[in-house]
C-alpha cells in the first residue's frame, strides 16, 4: 500500500483551509493518507490552531502542523519539504493551495495515471467555482478559466497547485528545492519544476484527478487577470534569466516580445468587437511588459495581498 502526505501550505485562509481539511477526510482511497499543513502566519497561526482543533475531534488521518515565521510562499514550501523528508517516509508527496478541495477520487487518480505513466511529478484538473460570477472579458483569463488538459505525458508543469510527486523529485535536487527569491512574487513552482525536467524528470497530466478552486470576487475581475498576466510574464523572465541561457535563447526570446508588442496592438483592434476573445490581446501585452519589467530588474509581489479568508 501507497503512502502518500498531502502538504499544504497557508497564510490566514483558516476557513478556506477547514473546507479543503474535511474535503481531504472524505477522500475514498486505499492509500496511507497524512496531512502536513505549514502555516505561514506565525503571529494568528490561525491555520495551526485549526489543525490542532481538528486533531482532537478525531480528524481521519495524521495531522501534523508546523508554523514558519518567514513570510512566502516559497518558504513555506521549503518547510513543509524538509519536514516530509526529515520526518515521513512516504513515497509520494502531493502538494494542494488552501483555496482548493479534492473530489473524493482525486487521490486514487493520480496514483492510477502515476502507475501508467510511471511520471515522476503529475498536474491534475483545477475546476473554478466563484463567488460571483466573472465578467465576459474575464472569465477565460488564466487564473479564473477552469485548468484542463489531455490525460497522459506532458513537457512541463507549470505551477504547484494540485500535483502529485516522488519523494525523489525532492531528494534529488539541491537545498533549497523553492528559491526564497520568489518569496511573494510566485515563479517557484515554475523555477522548481524548470530543475526538475534539467534531471530528465518525467511529467504527466491527470485530468480525473481535479480539485474545485474558490475564486473570491477580488479576483474575478478583468484588472486582477491583467495583473496577474503581468506578474506571470515578470515571474517567467525571471526564471529564464536565472538558469542563464545562451545567447540564442536569450535572442529567441526577446524576438518573442518584440512580437507581441508588434502584433497584439492590432488583434486588439481587431478582436475588439467579439466579447470572447478581446481579453487575450490585452493579456498577452500585460505578459510582454512583466517580462520587460524584468529585464530590467524589477519584481512584482503579487502575493503580497491575501484573498479570501
Not at 245 to 270: D, N, T
Request: charged share 25%; glycine share 6%; with cysteine.
Amino acid at each position: 500500500m501507497v503512502d502518500v502526505i498531502v502538504a499544504i501550505p497557508s497564510f490566514r485562509r483558516p476557513k478556506w483551509l477547514e473546507r479543503l481539511l474535511l474535503a481531504l477526510a472524505e477522500l475514498e482511497t486505499n492509500a496511507n493518507v497524512s496531512v502536513l499543513v505549514a502555516d505561514n502566519d506565525s503571529e494568528k497561526h490561525e491555520a495551526f490552531d485549526l489543525c490542532v482543533r481538528l486533531k482532537a475531534s478525531g480528524y481521519r488521518w495524521p495531522l501534523t502542523s508546523i508554523i514558519v515565521p518567514e513570510r512566502g510562499i516559497a518558504q513555506a514550501r521549503n518547510a513543509l519539504v524538509n519536514h516530509v523528508l526529515a520526518r515521513s517516509r512516504a513515497q509520494f508527496i502531493a502538494m494542494l493551495d488552501d483555496d482548493e478541495w479534492p473530489q473524493p477520487q482525486w487521490l486514487n487518480a493520480f496514483l492510477n495515471v502515476q502507475r501508467e505513466t510511471n511520471a515522476d511529478a503529475l498536474h491534475g484538473a483545477v475546476l473554478r467555482v466563484f463567488e460571483h460570477a466573472p465578467g465576459t472579458w474575464a472569465a477565460r483569463c488564466e487564473g479564473i478559466a477552469d485548468l484542463r488538459g489531455t490525460t497522459g505525458p506532458i513537457d512541463m508543469i507549470e505551477g504547484t497547485g494540485n500535483v502529485l510527486m516522488r519523494r525523489t523529485c525532492f531528494e534529488d535536487l539541491a537545498l533549497p528545492c523553492f528559491d526564497p527569491g520568489f518569496a511573494l512574487t510566485g515563479g517557484e513552482d515554475r523555477d522548481f519544476f524548470t530543475r526538475l525536467r534539467a534531471q530528465g524528470k518525467r511529467f504527466a497530466w491527470a485530468d480525473a484527478a481535479a480539485v474545485h478552486a474558490f475564486v473570491p470576487a477580488s479576483r474575478a475581475r478583468f484588472g486582477w487577470a491583467l495583473a496577474r498576466a503581468y506578474r506571470v510574464g515578470n515571474s517567467d523572465m525571471r526564471v529564464f534569466l536565472k538558469h542563464g541561457p545562451r545567447a540564442i535563447a536569450r535572442a529567441r526570446e526577446l524576438a518573442k516580445i518584440a512580437g507581441a508588442l508588434l502584433l497584439f496592438p492590432p488583434m486588439l483592434a481587431i478582436l475588439g468587437a467579439i466579447p470572447n476573445r478581446r481579453a487575450m490581446p490585452l493579456t498577452k501585452l500585460c505578459r510582454a511588459a512583466g517580462k520587460i519589467a524584468a529585464l530590467f530588474g524589477s519584481h512584482y509581489n503579487e502575493y503580497a495581498t491575501t484573498h479570501g479568508e
